[in-house]
């Protein structure tokens, strides 16, 4: 069986009745308009391991609260690696500081 083209599953889309009423709210083209997705990819080790040494915590205090090993929130506090995605979204929703600097880092304002 061939996988369905690009162009057929487009059409699929626009054809379906949920099509109408997403481009009715918040289109993905307004959302990500003038975003840097890449320059904010290289940037967020940095972004993080800044925002996560001014907590004040330990590698240790860090491990403990996000269920990961002390090596593992070192390299954070490092800059060497990121946290996963789930982490992140609990660090966004739980200090609205950090969501700010997300959000202006996104738009290529790096504070």
């Not at 080790?45 to 040494?53: F, K, N, S, Y």
């Not at 915590?57 to 995605?85: K, S």
């Amino acid at each position: 069986m061939t996988p369905p083209s690009v162009s057929s599953v487009d059409q699929d889309r626009a054809a379906s009745p949920d099509a109408s009423a997403s481009s009715a709210g918040t289109s993905y083209e307004r959302v990500f308009q003038g975003l840097d997705l890449y320059q904010f990819q290289r940037q967020f080790p940095e972004l993080m391991a800044r925002h996560l040494r001014g907590t004040g915590l330990t590698a240790r205090e860090l491990g403990y609260r996000f269920n990961v090993h002390e090596r593992t929130a070192q390299n954070w506090l490092d800059g060497l690696n990121r946290p996963a995605p789930d982490k992140v979204a609990v660090m966004v929703v739980c200090d609205e500081r950090f969501a700010a600097v997300v959000r202006a880092a996104l738009r290529g304002r790096v504070p």
